[in-house]
């Protein structure tokens, strides 16, 4: 029995590094590094749906304020780089040494994830799939 514990731990554990090792960095700049991936999501509600996942983190000892505006192109035409609502303004404070990154879960911070498509098989709307983002006007302050 705590063979079969110890296997089932180290295979968890080899799923958690290689989920890790996905992150590829898309910018780094006044020390904060910003990393993304591609998830595959079923959130507790809605559609399953593939998603960006945005990871931040401030490599200083010093509190930073990162603001930015994501464009979001769907089907090669940009659906939010001439959007002035502020919907699509993202403010992230972090303190120092911190990070933190977005979700599959319907509870995960909303900024840091990007919409990609509906994946799941009962959705049957409009096909918008994500063929490009930016993070766009990106500024890094000291607190």
Known sequence: ????????????????????????????????????????????????????????????????????DIHMWYNAVCKTCDVDTGEYHKTISLAANEEQQGGCSVYSNFDLCVFVQFTDINYTGNKQVLTKFELANFLVVDQ
């Open 1 to 68: 029995m705590k063979t079969t514990i110890f296997i089932i731990s180290l295979f968890l554990l080899a799923i958690t590094s290689v989920a890790q090792e996905n992150w590829q960095l898309l910018r780094s700049e006044n020390g904060i590094e910003v990393y993304y991936q591609n998830q595959m999501c079923e959130p507790e509600a809605g559609f399953d749906q593939e998603k960006v996942i945005l990871k931040v983190v401030n490599t200083t000892v010093v509190s930073k304020t990162i603001d930015w």
